[in-house]
């Protein structure tokens, strides 16, 4: 297994400074007595999602699922914003081939996080809608800073959140809160979230988040790796398996959704009242 001995570890720690030298938009560092890795989004300003950080973060977790990591912080270089959500520019006025990448890779992402077989936390210090929220969601545990906002605003901007994502939702805060959060597209302040269960911790600085993070961690030292990571595939496969056999029929079905004109047109209206960049007409 791997970790067990320090050469092992110093081969995965190397191994894991050299794959962040070739991805710019995430860097990984590994604790080398904890064993544990931590994931920094850093794509500026705020980790909007578009292809080539979707890209990078599904080829992340591929390494630490192929290393054994033993557990992943996944937070944000920002101090304001975990991650704004897919990148509303890239949606907007798109190339069909490109989203259809997006979206596919998006999928993938979700599958490998939620899906990981390693324990995995979100320290969430900072905003967190849509995409950003779905990022957190997709992780067993939430440790979030205080006075930002999280959610899946998705009815806001015009559209549902996909199946799965409402899967991920409704087994974290219950069918009833789910179905009041998702009809309205809310965002949630920190203490709202806390209080609905969508994060399970408040810290008042990333140093606490991040101690109380690894604290959540530590809990399954003893627990056997496997046990573990079948009880999670147990709780969590059929929701897995049922986005995997209806990939592709999403992704055409939400390339045709985004390239119709409504949905261009109620996008383009939300860019305009909701975002500071504007669009060039
Ligand atoms: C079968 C399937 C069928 C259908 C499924 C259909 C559809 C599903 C499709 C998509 C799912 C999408 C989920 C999403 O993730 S959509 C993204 C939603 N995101 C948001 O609503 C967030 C919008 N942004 C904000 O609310 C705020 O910016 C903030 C709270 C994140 C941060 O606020 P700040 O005041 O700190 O910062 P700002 O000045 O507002 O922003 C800074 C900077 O960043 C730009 N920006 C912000 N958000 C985005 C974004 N999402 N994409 C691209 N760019 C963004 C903003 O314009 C500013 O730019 P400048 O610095 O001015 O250049």
Known sequence: MAFRTAR??????????????????????????????????????????????????????????KNKCRGLILTSASNKVFSAGLDLFELHKPNADKIKQMWSTLQEVWIKLYGSSYPTVAVVNGHAPAGGCMLALSCEYRVMLNNFIIGLNEAQIGFSAPMWLIDGMRNTIGSRQAEFALTAGTLFKTEEALKIGLVDEVAQSKEEAIEKAEKFLNKFAKIPPHARSMTKAALRGANIQALVRNKDEEVRSYVDFVTDSQFQDSLGEFIELNLKQKLSK
């Open 8 to 65: 092992n570890l110093a081969y995965f720690s190397n191994y894991i400074r050299n794959y962040s030298t070739n991805g710019p938009l995430v860097n990984v560092t590994v604790n080398e007595k904890s064993g544990f890795a931590t994931a920094t989004l850093q794509r500026p300003s705020v980790n909007s999602l578009n292809l080539e950080l979707l890209t990078e973060i599904s080829h992340t977790l591929q390494q630490l699922e």
